[in-house]
């Protein structure tokens, strides 16, 4: 059951990319291809920041797909269907790990990850460091935690969180690992174990060490045209924060009731998960620990992203919210109360529980909003359009007011003229060759 919903869910969200999809760089592409366009080394590629994150892992393996396929857009896109899809199996191998054999339930975990709802990630300006990436490593993070070897596992920790934290917002999960590690070091030191103590605080040192050097050489820049912090209307950051995991069950801001109660009950849902786990693990035994630790990161990461989207964009209004691209890194949210009730000893409790998950996770993995159809139509559609009247024309500003579309912002830092001559003369992407 769980492998025919998988494989019936990746085969519609490849049907709808390759219907969708178009072969042309589009709005901040334009800007976090820089180092594809000056030929930057792999580690200035890792280390490239675009606003408030770098760009890390993502835009590596971005680099890598540009290269093989002439900076083919749609490849960019199959390639973002291809990590969720990585991270989808990663979930049910982290279920798997944590509640035993797979169950008809766990068919929700295919339905969620490789949904429409994420259309803007696939369509719009695909980034692999926004969205899919941090997605992948905070599952595989929450697995390394599982490992019963300590060596082991605090090396794959380290390894996958010096990832994250260069990768677009998977940032977050490197506030979550030092916190994590000192946990276990005061475990081990309160048991009584002396050395893993030692083994487990040197290892919090490394994370905090990995956590530093993100801020060499960083510059803030919030990304938004007049930021300001605080926002003169506080309670504008919960409600935000709120109408994000709304989104992700199909609720839009403008629903209103449904999405005033919707959203706040699964921040407070998933709050309420995080602060129990992080309870059992100062409290519990090594196994309560070790499965508290991985829903910690899942739980933590989701909200500290919300926290973090609400500070940074509430100021553009609350219908902002909606954006699809937030969909992936709320999954892991989801993703946790979902182990979390699977582990609910009272039954009543945890049927009915998960009785609503599930059904509304199955609303919101099949139904695809009017709001969402019109965006879909409108990037895909107004892609076509501009790249076909460019290759007739060659007139961007023309091309802009013909299609009553733009591919760049006007007041965006980059040459576009100057960077689609090089795309020309290079036959790459929309030059590569018919679609």
Known sequence: ????????????????????????????????????????????????????????AGLVVTSAVAGLTRWDSRAQALAMVG?????????????????????????????????????????????????????????LIA???????????????????????????????????????ALDAYGEARAGRRRAAAGAALACGIAVLSLASFFVGYRFDAGVAGFRFPYEKPWAYPWY????????????????????????????????????HLWRMVRGDEGEARASRAIVILAGFSLLFAAGAAVGRVQLGSETADSSRYYLYLL???????????????????????????????VAGFHTTRLDRDTIDHVSNGKAAWRDCYLRTEDVEGCDAATAFLVYPRNGAADLKSRLEYLKRNRLNLYAGPP
């Not at 990319?17 to 178009?22: E, Q």
């Not at 920790?157 to 990768?167: K, S």
């Not at 182990?339 to 998960?354: C, E, F, I, N």
Request: with cysteine.
């Open 143 to 181: 697995l390394a935690w599982l490992h019963p070897r300590p060596t082991v596992r605090y090396g794959l920790v380290l390894v996958l969180d010096f990832l994250a934290i260069y990768t677009a917002f998977g940032f977050f999960l490197g506030l979550l690992t030092p916190a994590l590690l």
């Open 1 to 56: 059951m769980v492998g025919t919903v998988f494989l019936l869910q990746l085969e519609r969200l490849l049907s709808f990319t390759l219907s969708h999809a178009v072969n042309l760089l589009y709005w901040d592409q334009w800007d976090f291809y820089t180092p594809l366009f000056d030929h930057l080394s792999p580690w200035r590629t890792f280390t490239w920041q675009l606003g408030a994150p770098r760009l890390g």
């Open 241 to 276: 924060a709120a109408l994000m995991f709304a989104n992700v069950f199909g609720l839009k801001a403008h629903d209103g009731v449904a999405a005033a109660i919707a959203g706040p009950g699964v921040v407070l849902c998933v709050a309420a998960v995080l602060a129990a």
């Open 83 to 139: 990590i969720v899809s990585a991270a989808a199996l990663a979930a049910l191998w982290l279920k798997r790990a944590l509640a035993g054999r797979l169950a008809v339930s766990d068919a929700v975990i295919p339905v969620l990850f490789l949904s429409i709802a994420q259309h803007e990630t696939l369509l719009g300006a695909t980034d692999l460091s926004h969205g899919p990436v941090p997605l992948l490593l905070a599952v």
């Open 332 to 362: 892991t949210g989801v993703l946790a109360l979902y182990l979390h009730l699977l582990a609910v000893k009272q039954v009543w409790p945890r049927r009915s529980g998960m009785a609503v998950l599930l059904a509304a996770s199955v």
